[in-house]
């Protein structure tokens, strides 16, 4: 969409695109925009991720390029941007401007158009937040992190190679390097894993955190279910499920029948979703 047809905004840093933030774009006519101030910190989805979780177009801000300007100045550079802009739309706890000593009050006083203010979004009466979501994951607590964000936690990388037992001794898995991304609780989730650029989402068991009963590194490791992957060079994990928690086994044996068990269980949590 040009600039020149933009007539709405909604501004905020947005990392997770839960459903609080939809809520915000829900406020949006057709031709708005989405500001995302980038503090550095968006670790739910980093860079441009945020652009698979809407179809309104995205434009960043750096939080370091405008944390110094004063509320005038900050409305100005949106004036300017777009020509066109008549409404603005943000959540009850937004600030900006010089030591963040500007709130949403203040929009009404500089900018002259529309100001909506959006209350905070409860879940089961629990208000929903990026920070809330990041410590859902940390606990693994894939099922609630993933209510709050209205899709399933996602995380992105390269492929990369692997200890070169799983294939021989357990199962095959495609190994993933995912920088910038926050990952769960060490442990064994039921997912769906993208290979490269497919259309297709394989049901699958992924492992994230470190072998203790190999030689202790760190991985996040996806097992396809029923598949054979040759070769690929990117993939994405969306968590569905957590199965269990990382724990050492005395053999390959022992930790071979685990992964059985996982894989059962992932069938069953999987069978009637898709993606």
């Known amino acids: 969409m040009p600039l020149s ?3 709405s905004i909604s501004i905020g840093g947005f990392d997770g695109m839960h459903i609080g933030h939809q809520r915000l774009f ?5 031709n708005g925009a989405i500001v995302v101030i980038e503090t550095g910190y968006a670790n739910l989805t980093p860079g441009n991720e945020r652009e698979h979780y809407t179809h309104y177009p995205i434009f960043y801000y750096s939080l370091e390029d405008i944390r110094h300007l004063e509320g005038e100045e900050f409305i100005a550079i949106l004036k300017h941007r777009f020509p066109r802009l008549v409404k603005i739309v943000v959540g009850y706890d ?6 963040r000593r500007y709130s949403h009050a203040n929009l009404h006083e500089l900018f002259s158009g529309e100001i909506r203010v959006i209350e905070q979004v409860c879940l089961d009466n ?6 809330k979501i990041r410590n859902k994951i940390q606990i693994g607590d894939i099922t609630g992190a993933n209510r709050f964000l209205g899709h399933n936690y996602t995380i992105k990388g ?3 190679k692997g200890q070169g037992i799983g294939k021989t001794e357990l ?3 495609i190994n993933l390097e995912c920088p910038g991304y926050l990952l769960p609780y060490e442990g064994v989730y039921a997912a769906f894993t993208r290979i490269d650029n ?4 394989h049901p699958s068991v992924v492992f994230v955190g470190h072998r203790v009963t190999t030689d202790g590194s760190y991985a996040i490791e996806s097992h396809i279910l029923g598949e054979t992957i040759e070769s690929c060079s990117n993939a994405s994990v969306s968590f569905v499920k957590f199965i269990r928690k990382n724990q050492k086994f005395e053999s390959l044996d022992a930790l071979k029948e685990a992964i059985q068990n996982d894989i059962a269980f992932a069938k069953t949590e999987l069978r009637h979703l898709s993606l």
């Open 5 to 7: 047809k933009v007539d």
């Open 26 to 30: 829900e406020e949006l006519g057709e």
């Open 94 to 99: 937004f600030h900006f401007g010089k030591n």
């Open 126 to 131: 629990d208000s929903v937040h990026s920070h």
């Open 158 to 160: 390269s492929v990369v």
């Open 171 to 173: 199962v095959p898995t």
């Open 198 to 201: 497919e259309e297709h989402f």
